[in-house]
Structures are given as C-alpha cells and as structure tokens.
C-alpha cells in the first residue's frame, strides 16, 4: 500500500506535466527540472531513511514520512509561481517520498531468508498498482475538477493510507517473537539442512561496502537504467500527444506501463531465486535496450502500447534486483544505509534524465535523439553487469575488499 501510494503519485507528474505548463507558460525543461529536484532529494534522503530504519526501525520513519507528503501535496496545489513548485513538490514531498522504498525494501528483506526476492517483488509490485490505477485517475480528476483539487485529493490519501499502513508494520519478525520466513524454530535454514547462527544480521559496514568494486559496478548499472526509466516516465505523455495521440489515450500508456511492471516484479524475483540476481538483471536490461530503440519507429498507440507492456514489464523487474543484489553482496547489517547510497547514486540518473529529454526537445523540437542517447546508456549497464562476479558463498559479504567479487 504505502509502495503504491508513495510510486503512483510520484509518476503521475507526467499527466500533470502538460496542464501546468499550458496554465503557466513554463517550459518542458523547467517543468521537467522539478521533477530532477525531487530525484535527487528523494536520492539523499532515501539514505537518511535508510540509516533511521536501521537505528530506529520502519515504523516512526514511515509515519513521519507519511505526513511530510501529504502536506506537501496539499500545498503543491496552491503554487502560483514556479518557485514554489520546486519547493513543495520538489524538496518537500521529495523528502518524504524518502520512505518509499529504502526502509520498506530494507524491511522486507529482514523477514525472509527463504523466497526473498519473491517476497521483494510482491513489496515492489506495489509501485504498478498505484502506476495503474492513480495515473488515469489523476487525468480523470484533472479533466472533471481541476489538477489543483487532484493534488488535494490525492494529499489526503497520502496521509490516511501512509500514515494507516505505517502503524502495522514491525522492523523485523524478532520484535513479535518469530523467526524469519525460510528459518525453522530450532534455527535451521528449511530444506537445507544448514545450522545457521543466531545473530541474524551480519554483513559489511557502509566503509567495507564502499570499497569494493561489486558496490560501484551496481551504481553504475543503477544510474545507467535510471536515466531512461525517469525520462520515459516524465516525457512519454508529452511525446504521445506530440505525435497525434489523445491525451486520455497518453494517461493510459503510463497506468499500462505500470501494470505491466507488477508481473515484472514478481516474475523476475521468482526467476532471481532460481537463477540468480545477475542473470535475471541482464534479461531485464536487455529488454530495456530494445525499447529505447524501438521509441525511435513507435508513432502509432499500437506500437506504443507494446512499447509499454515490454519497458513496463523489464523495468518493473529490475526494481526488487537493487536490493536483492545488495543484499547478496553486503549482507544485512548496514542494508538500509547502503541501499539508501545506491539508490540516491541512481537517483542521479532521475536527475539527468528527464532534463536532458528536455532539453533536447525544446532545442531540436524532438524527443528521438534523447531516447537513442537513453538507449545507449543503457548498454553500458550492460556490459557493466556482465563483469560482476556474485558472491561464491553466501557469507563472502564478511570479507573485505572484496575485489575479488568481480572479475
């Protein structure tokens, strides 16, 4: 729930991206600036969320996390200058839009040992339902009342499901006497016949997790996917409608692609369980590939449509593999901080993102020379993917460097 909310409002900035801009006389570049704002705030305090949920737990975090964006909401719609859009959408609702995913991944992972990256996918899936669901609604809102009253509507929604869902949630399954999922009551792993030890949460610092190579590889994959995936979320809209397409038809291949991610995400962790996170990661990316190129020939809703079924699908999977492989490498010790790191890392390519789309298209009055630059990008994820090395043991996160990690 508060995956759905936190995700699904967050990218229904592209159905609110045209209305503002007729009302205002603001720019795509500077429209689409809020949005880099809001990334890379949102990327700076997913680390400072993180680190809280490791001291303090998920619950207060969450709570105070909840507030902070539904109030921002509320005031995001009485802005009149461009100013106080950058302020109370991009740096406030940014700050609480912290808890989304960090501590809730973080979270989840500390209950499973067994089916995790299932159980990552199903938290992840949250984010396609509220894409699905909040996108058309927002463009239904928006055409029946105004996007002033839809940023109220949906501030209050904010703070009931947010700050409701927040109060039944626990750090980890110890707190109400149970072990994690995949771990029978007399300490053995189920089905592996494994003794494992009591302590829990063991892993690398945040100093031993920076210097290794398999933490920076991951930034690297990370950014790389980020760029296109906040590009395409903020400007798919604005490129369907420039090419003839009808607004509410455009709203639908945002929810679409949002549904779409939700087997994504609980496919792909299926398969990152049997298969591993790396190879898992390289299906994902390599659909990613094809589609940014495949935007350079879609200029009909049918080519479009399969253009989000496919991009909604691989981006949808590759969401529950950061932590999933983070995880995996650094153990569980200091996950929430070091996740917090790689995903404000990525986060940077949400930044660069959606401006540079931007900004070509207000120069070149095009979109197609950004999503070939996106797709290029992408391929160095790629080959960045192909040279990590997982661990060869499940305890390798104790060791450190751990160059050897990645050949």
Same mark, same amino acid.
């Given at each position: 729930?508060?995956?759905?909310? *936190?995700?699904?409002?967050?990218?229904?900035?592209?159905?609110?991206?045209? !209305?503002? +801009?007729?009302?205002?006389?603001?720019?795509?570049? =500077?429209? *689409?600036? @809020?949005?880099?704002?809001?990334?890379?705030?949102?990327?700076?305090?997913?680390?400072?969320?993180?680190?809280?949920?490791?001291?303090?737990?998920?619950?207060?975090?969450? /709570?105070?996390?909840?507030?902070?964006?539904? #109030?921002?909401?509320?005031?995001?719609?009485?802005?009149?200058?461009?100013?106080?859009?950058?302020?109370?959408?991009?740096?406030?609702?940014?700050?609480?839009?912290? @808890?989304?995913?960090?501590?809730?991944?973080?979270?989840? *992972?500390?209950?499973?040992? +067994?089916?995790?990256?299932?159980? =990552?996918?199903? @938290?992840?899936?949250?984010? %396609?339902?509220?894409?699905?669901?909040?996108?058309?609604?927002?463009?239904?809102?928006?055409?029946?009342?105004?996007?002033?009253?839809?940023?109220?509507?949906?501030?209050?929604?904010?703070?009931?499901?947010?700050?409701?869902?927040?109060?039944?949630?626990?750090?980890?399954?110890?707190?109400?006497?149970? &072990?994690?999922?995949?771990?029978?009551?007399?300490?053995?792993?189920?089905?592996?016949?494994?003794?494992?030890?009591?302590?829990?949460?063991?892993?690398?610092?945040?100093?031993?997790?920076?210097? /290794?190579?398999?933490?920076? &590889?991951? #930034?690297?994959?990370?950014?790389?996917?980020?760029?296109?995936?906040?590009?395409? =979320?903020?400007? #798919?809209?604005?490129?369907?409608?420039?090419?003839?397409?009808?607004?509410?038809?455009?709203?639908?291949?945002?929810?679409?692609?949002?549904?779409?991610?939700?087997?994504?995400?609980?496919?792909?962790?299926?398969? +990152?369980?049997?298969?591993?996170?790396?190879?898992?990661?390289?299906?994902?990316?390599? +659909?990613?590939?094809?589609?940014?190129?495949? &935007?350079?020939?879609?200029?009909?809703?049918?080519?479009?449509?399969?253009?989000?079924?496919?991009?909604?699908?691989?981006?949808?999977?590759?969401?529950?593999?950061? !932590?999933?492989? /983070?995880?995996?490498?650094?153990?569980?010790? *200091?996950?929430?901080?070091?996740?917090?790191?790689?995903?404000?890392?990525?986060?940077?390519?949400?930044?660069?993102?959606?401006?540079?789309? %931007?900004?070509?298209?207000?120069?070149?009055?095009?979109?197609?020379?950004?999503?070939?630059?996106?797709?290029?990008?992408?391929?160095?994820?790629?080959?960045?993917?192909? &040279? =990590?090395?997982? !661990?060869?043991?499940?305890?390798?996160?104790?060791?450190? !460097?751990?160059?050897?990690?990645?050949?």
């Amino acid at each position: 729930m508060i995956t759905g909310i *936190s995700y699904g409002i967050q990218y229904t900035f592209g159905v609110f991206f045209k !209305p503002l +801009a007729e009302e205002f006389g603001w720019t795509r570049a =500077m429209l *689409s600036g @809020v949005f880099s704002v809001f990334t890379i705030v949102y990327g700076v305090f997913g680390i400072v969320m993180g680190e809280l949920t490791d001291r303090y737990g998920p619950r207060i975090v969450l /709570t105070v996390g909840g507030l902070i964006m539904g #109030l921002s909401l509320i005031m995001t719609s009485q802005v009149k200058d461009l100013w106080q859009f950058y302020i109370y959408y991009g740096i406030l609702f940014a700050i609480g839009r912290g @808890v989304g995913y960090v501590p809730l991944q973080s979270t989840t *992972s500390r209950w499973f040992t +067994a089916k995790k990256g299932f159980a =990552m996918g199903i @938290v992840a899936a949250g984010s %396609g339902f509220g894409t699905l669901i909040l996108s058309p609604v927002a463009a239904f809102l928006i055409s029946a009342y105004s996007w002033r009253a839809s940023y109220i509507i949906f501030g209050i929604i904010t703070l009931a499901v947010v700050i409701g869902s927040a109060m039944l949630i626990r750090r980890s399954p110890e707190d109400i006497g149970l &072990l994690p999922y995949g771990i029978a009551s007399g300490g053995e792993k189920e089905n592996s016949g494994r003794i494992v030890t009591q302590e829990i949460e063991e892993g690398s610092t945040l100093r031993q997790a920076v210097g /290794t190579i398999p933490f920076w &590889l991951l #930034l690297v994959i990370f950014i790389s996917l980020l760029i296109s995936l906040q590009m395409v =979320m903020v400007h #798919l809209i604005p490129y369907s409608t420039d090419i003839g397409i009808d607004k509410k038809v455009s709203a639908i291949f945002l929810g679409l692609l949002g549904g779409c991610s939700i087997p994504g995400r609980l496919i792909i962790g299926i398969i +990152a369980d049997r298969i591993g996170g790396k190879n898992a990661l390289l299906i994902c990316i390599s +659909a990613q590939i094809f589609c940014m190129f495949w &935007l350079q020939v879609a200029e009909t809703p049918r080519m479009i449509y399969l253009f989000t079924a496919i991009f909604g699908f691989s981006y949808g999977g590759y969401v529950p593999l950061i !932590p999933f492989l /983070t995880e995996k490498f650094f153990g569980l010790r *200091s996950l929430g901080v070091i996740l917090g790191i790689i995903v404000f890392a990525a986060t940077t390519g949400g930044v660069i993102g959606p401006v540079l789309a %931007g900004y070509i298209y207000d120069v070149s009055g095009s979109y197609r020379p950004a999503f070939i630059g996106g797709g290029v990008i992408i391929i160095i994820g790629f080959l960045a993917t192909l &040279l =990590m090395k997982m !661990p060869a043991k499940k305890d390798d996160y104790r060791m450190t !460097p751990v160059l050897s990690n990645c050949r």
